[in-house]
């Protein structure tokens, strides 16, 4: 199966010294999705948000991220201020086409981008074992529970596997299947069956994460 280059999401990458919590509630409470939020082992913080939209190029989904950082309010702004680190990360999936592959940020992007004081970072994907992967996704989307709870289906993250082989005929895949109502990450044990097929052996995680509910 031929695999062609594309984009894949922008996040926002945060890092502190101090809790993110009421950024990362002030930031999803204006349309992000928070991925995770938390404490490393050398006591610093971190939070990673995404925005669900479906667009095809990074330009777009890094102006709505700016909107929702540009609204802040003032105990949230010194929060921002406050982070060491902070990095719009735009994620690309690698593949065998097509030639030449470009797109690009507008001018006015990167002007509110260097005004929001924030870094970019571009990080490419590999491709893995795609076969598992594309079998687990074409089951994961069907499945009528992860409907419910994504809404219409909008973009795929694939994630890095603890292992590519765990036994013969057998591979983990991670993924995040993001929708209109939520995301839902799914981290599975794909077994190779005797028919040549790939199916889902056993689910190993599964995550729902939903934009705030506004009142």
Not at 97 to 103: E, H, L, S
Not at 126 to 139: G, K, N
């Amino acid at each position: 199966m031929k695999h062609e280059i594309h984009y894949q999401s922008t996040d926002l990458d945060l890092r502190a010294p101090l809790d993110l919590a009421l950024l990362a509630d002030a930031l999803t409470s204006r349309g992000l999705f928070l991925y995770h939020a938390g404490q490393w082992h050398d006591g610093s913080w971190s939070a990673r948000f995404t925005v669900s939209s479906g667009f095809r190029e990074p330009d777009k989904d890094t102006a709505a991220i700016l909107t929702a950082i540009e609204s802040l309010d003032e105990p949230s702004q010194r929060l921002w201020a406050a982070c060491k680190s902070r990095n719009f990360n735009i994620g690309y999936q690698c593949g065998e086409g097509p030639w030449g592959f470009n797109q690009q940020l507008s001018a006015a992007t990167l002007t509110r981008i260097a005004a929001a004081g924030t870094g970019l970072v571009i990080t490419i994907y590999p491709v893995l074992d795609t076969e598992a992967v594309d079998a687990a996704v074409d089951i994961l989307k069907k499945d009528k529970r992860i409907k419910r709870t994504i809404g219409k289906y909008q973009s795929l993250g694939i994630h890095r596997p603890d292992s590519f082989s765990i036994k013969k005929n057998q591979a983990e895949v991670k993924v995040t299947l993001t929708g209109t109502k939520g995301a839902m990450y799914v981290h599975c044990l794909m077994q190779l069956t005797l028919e040549g097929e790939w199916a889902i052996k056993e689910i190993l995680k599964e995550e729902e994460r939903f934009p705030p509910t506004t009142t």
